[in-house]
């Protein structure tokens, strides 16, 4: 460790406050464009009086605390950037600060964009794999499978997402099949569900690639600006029927830069619902991390070992709805 090389100046550029705070469950008030203010997380905070002094300017990665106590246990400085809050935080030195952090993020000098060819730059431009509308649609589907209600899919929630048993032929069949649209509200796939315990659990068309898509985006879009952001379709569906349409699927745990881009096009506040599991409990946060600079993130911490295809409706309107009850 002690011999472990660190660019402070890469730290700093690579790692937000905005960034750091969510890490630490941490959450402020955006006041306007470049500032957060709220209450001062620092344990060296021990006044009951400065109830609003802590203010992050997310356009100079720094923040400072007004309060007397705090600048008292600092040696008189007020703030610092984003060394000093871990440094203060985990009453370390700075250099165990930046190595915290460069141990807990990716950081690597800016590297300048490669030279784009007319050619590639045209290239840029044609749909991604995967993302071409389907020449057909399945028309031997049950709306009425068993399954569907063993999920608490109700009739509605069947008649809008067009989930149904596929009692055809091919790759799908004898599988729930789920349709996938684009964000302009094209037909790309179908997703399978196994019903009897086949393996995969899941099945997806094989050249597509789900991480440039997200499931219901088309619908969600058009129904508001604060959009929930769980993991699976029947997630989805029961957001949806728990009376919160705007609602997206990531298909997986993981945000895709593509995912993270139709996210910041389409919606001003992302709320993430993901699993119960540590699976889910960690990549949220390293969710947040990454949506928190570029568009208002707030966590919601589902009951542990839950999913949000388990929740009943009042219980998943508590969690999302901020002032709910």
């Keep these: ?37 709220g209450r001062c997380p620092l344990p060296a905070h021990t006044s009951k009086s400065s109830r609003q002094s802590f203010i992050v300017n997310v356009q100079k990665n720094a923040w400072a605390c007004h309060s007397d106590s705090c600048v008292v246990a600092r040696g008189g400085r007020i703030g610092g950037n984003v060394l000093d809050f871990v440094s203060t935080m985990e009453n370390c030195s700075v250099r165990e600060a930046a190595l915290k952090l460069q141990g807990s993020f990716i950081v690597m000098p800016p590297l300048p964009p490669p030279a784009r060819s007319p050619v590639a730059q045209a290239a840029s431009t044609v749909p991604s794999v995967g993302k071409k509308p389907l020449s057909f649609a399945l028309s031997s589907i049950d709306y009425s499978h068993p399954y569907l209600a063993e999920r608490g899919v109700d009739a509605e929630a ?81 957001v949806y029927q728990a009376g919160l349409p705007c609602v997206v699927a990531l298909m997986g745990c993981s945000l ?45 911490e589902i009951p542990n070992g839950s999913q949000p295809d388990q929740l009943g409706a009042d219980q998943i309107r508590c969690l999302c709805i901020p002032g709910y009850f």
């Design 158 to 238: 069947i008649r809008q997402f067009g989930i149904g048993y596929n009692r055809g032929t091919g790759s799908m069949a004898g599988r729930i099949v789920i349709p996938i649209h684009d964000e302009s509200g094209l037909l790309i796939a179908y997703a399978g569900r196994s019903v009897d315990h086949t393996e995969p659990k899941y099945r997806f068309p094989a050249r597509f690639r789900k991480s440039l898509v997200l499931f219901n985006l088309h619908r969600a879009a058009a129904a508001g600006k604060s959009v929930v952001v769980v993991e699976g379709f029947f997630d989805c569906v029961n």
């Design 1 to 37: 460790m002690a011999g472990t090389w660190v660019d402070y100046r890469a730290v700093k550029a690579a790692v937000s406050m905005e960034t750091v705070l969510a890490n630490y469950g941490i959450r402020l008030q955006r006041l306007d464009g470049e500032h957060l203010r």
């Design 256 to 300: 895709s830069l593509r995912q993270e881009e139709l996210l910041q096009e389409h919606f001003q506040e992302v709320v993430l619902f993901l699993d119960g599991d540590r699976a889910g409990r960690t990549a949220a946060i390293k969710i947040a991390s990454r949506l928190v600079s570029k568009v208002s993130t707030r966590l919601v």
